[in-house]
């Protein structure tokens, strides 16, 4: 995969750069696609589908280049269709998932092909395109940095069905030393974020998405929120204490998602010789205590919460203790400024696993929380909705169609998603059955006036040993 390059202050390139850097961002996540599918599998390993939840490989790698040249090619340079009968085939909305292998879709081969030729289009037409500032679709390359992001995401997307796979693992692990040793441990396990207003959302991010506008305040009393990710063995700890079996940690929909479901434990574990193991892209490896879990649902990490005597954190509040800098009163992009630096989060699938708890100290909030950008999506108690003055743009699909309480809003991106496609305001959503993806959590709860508002009743047996 090409080296991560600086997203940076984009709207601040003149509009020469700014072609420049989208060409490069363009090159690189093509790259990424490439080796998570034809550079590394071939036959029915792309054709084929491993869950009703996933598409098959191929269908992904041509839907990338299909909603490339709708918005890059006819939208942003005005031209004609390439392949307008294969459009249907491509339209996310129009077959679900589980319908898409029955699709005359296009083989590995000609997806490639014609993927290719749409992007060297794109690069022949860049140098004309003008970024008007009165249209809001080119203004500051925004069009661009949409398509450069949809494809990072589908490439997470493949990374979920990589990790469905059976059979020899197809990815590399990277070398042992990219790996971030944690930070000494602060004897810390929670941090107060102080009541007060905090800017919410952005209004002038120039990639930022329709739902995470327009920055509004948002007022918020006290609460204290973790400073680390739950880790492995804090969730075994729930595991072992019976957290599964016990109704009193469980919403009403959350039990019966336990009954109906059969699972006791995150997904890809098993439990061997009285060790708990996981499967992670073809390897089968005893659970790491320190890593944050992954792949969990929402009623799994709202349980725990509720055992923990904590609870999930609004989405308000993930970003005030993300996003706000009480020094200065302003919300930044990232936890740690506003530019994206090398070595601050695991970001951008330089691993296949998050890395532990206390990891990436340089990457800490204002308020000296952790890891909130990268290693793991967060769950948060919040239903997915748009913020006051909403406006759709470029297309409902993108967000306002899936408004409403179905969806709970997931924070802060995973190892496996790039830095271009994560901020600070981004947000993320999905079922809360969903456990596919890389999706952990960290506890909130409640400021007291005059003290802490009381300690975990299982504080002790949550812990690291």
């Not at 398509?147 to 590399?172: C, F, I, S, W």
């Not at 206390?358 to 967060?378: K, N």
């Amino acid at each position: 995969m090409a080296p991560l390059s600086s997203p940076g202050p984009i709207a601040e390139h003149d509009e020469d750069a700014l072609k420049d850097l989208i060409a490069e961002e363009l090159g690189g996540v093509r790259a990424r696609s490439f080796g998570l599918t034809t550079d590394v599998l071939d036959g029915d390993d792309l054709t084929s589908q491993v869950s009703p939840l996933m598409s098959p490989l191929v269908w992904d790698l041509a839907h990338v280049g299909n909603y490339e040249e709708l918005w890059l090619l006819r939208a942003a340079a005005g031209a004609d269709p390439m392949r307008p009968e294969i459009d249907g085939l491509y339209d996310a909305f129009e077959h679900p998932r589980a319908e898409r292998p029955s699709l005359p879709l296009l083989p590995p081969d000609e997806a490639r092909a014609y993927i290719g030729t749409v992007r060297a289009k794109v690069l022949d037409a860049l140098p004309s395109v003008r970024f008007d500032t009165a249209d809001p679709l080119t203004s500051g390359g925004f069009v661009y940095g949409m398509v450069v992001q949809h494809e990072h995401m589908h490439d997470e997307t493949m990374l979920a069905t990589h990790q469905l796979r059976k059979g020899a693992p197809a990815l590399l692990d990277p070398v042992a030393e990219a790996l971030q040793k944690p930070a000494a441990a602060s004897g810390a396990d929670e941090v107060l974020i102080p009541a007060g207003p905090f800017e919410m959302g952005t209004s002038d991010e120039p990639w930022a998405y329709d739902n995470e506008r327009p920055g509004h305040m948002v007022d918020l009393p006290a609460y204290y929120i973790d400073v680390e990710p739950v880790t492995n063995a804090a969730y075994l700890a729930f595991m072992e204490a019976g957290g599964y079996d016990d109704p009193r940690w469980w919403t009403s929909a959350g039990w019966e998602w336990r009954n109906t479901s059969g699972k006791r434990a995150p997904a890809f574990w098993s439990r061997e010789g009285g060790q708990w193991l996981r499967r992670r892209f073809g390897r089968t490896e005893p659970v790491p205590p320190r890593e944050p879990v992954q792949h969990v649902c929402w009623y799994e990490a709202d349980a725990y919460a509720r055992w923990a005597g904590k609870r999930l954190p609004t989405e308000a509040e993930w970003e005030k203790a993300a996003r706000w800098d009480p020094a200065v009163q302003r919300s930044r992009k990232f936890p740690w400024g506003d530019v994206y630096e090398e070595g601050r989060a695991n970001l951008g699938q330089r691993l296949l696993r998050p890395s532990d708890a206390g990891s990436y100290a340089s990457g800490a909030s204002a308020y000296g929380v952790r890891q909130l950008i990268g290693d793991v999506w967060e769950w948060t108690s919040s239903d997915f909705h748009g913020y006051p003055g909403f406006r759709s743009f470029p297309y409902k699909e993108y967000s306002e169609v899936f408004f409403g309480p179905d969806y709970k809003v997931l924070r802060g991106g995973s190892w496996a998603t790039h830095p271009l496609a994560i901020r600070g305001s981004f947000r993320n959503w999905d079922y809360p059955i969903r456990r596919q993806i890389f999706s952990g959590f960290r506890c909130a709860r409640s400021a007291v006036a005059g003290g802490r508002g009381g300690s975990s009743p299982h504080r002790a047996q949550a812990g690291e040993s």
